[in-house]
């Protein structure tokens, strides 16, 4: 694939952006967050400490943005369940066995899956607070309204239901 010199600026030039951006943050360069958590907790956590309500007039609510892009791709990505392959035994004959190991996969201990669940529920909090300082609280939203008043009255309705109630219907 040929790389014009125009296409090669436009590449440095959006890599060199959100390295700055990056910066701005509080996110270190380099930092791989997917395998670093904790690093853009604490990023976050110091963005909303600087910045307690970024409302729509907000001047640093673009930041806010971004940021609540980059938690949203790491939350997805933050546990990752083992994945063992067969590998590209090519790499094995020409002798490179670190390259083998690698594209066999990797295998992780329950111990390290419970770790990355433990990581993902600290985003997910940061998210949530991330949410409420722009105003996208979750008790202001329209269809958890909707839900919860849908909830209310079908318990002022049935005042006897117990959980176990439903389980006899067919579906």
């Known amino acids: 694939m040929k790389i014009t010199k125009q296409q090669l600026r436009k590449i440095i030039s959006e890599t060199v952006l959100l390295s700055e951006t990056q910066v701005a943050l509080g996110i270190p360069h380099g930092v791989d967050l997917k395998n670093n958590p904790e690093v853009l907790y604490s990023a976050v956590m110091s963005f909303l400490g600087n910045n307690p309500n970024l409302g ?18 790491t939350i997805q990505g933050s546990v990752r369940y083992s994945q063992i392959g067969q590998g590209n035994s090519d790499l094995l004959h020409d002798g490179d066995v670190e390259g083998f190991m690698a594209s066999r996969g990797y295998q992780t201990t329950p111990e390290e899956t419970e770790y990355m ?17 722009m105003g996208q609280d979750t008790a202001s939203n329209d269809r958890y309204q909707s839900w919860r008043s849908s909830q209310r009255d079908f318990f002022r309705s049935n005042p006897n239901y117990r959980p176990g109630d439903n389980d006899n219907l067919d579906y």
């Open 56 to 73: 729509p007039s907000s001047p640093r609510r673009a930041d806010a943005e971004l940021l609540m892009r980059i938690l949203n791709n």
């Open 117 to 133: 669940r433990e990581e993902q529920g600290k985003l997910k909090m940061v998210q949530r607070a991330l949410g409420q300082a």
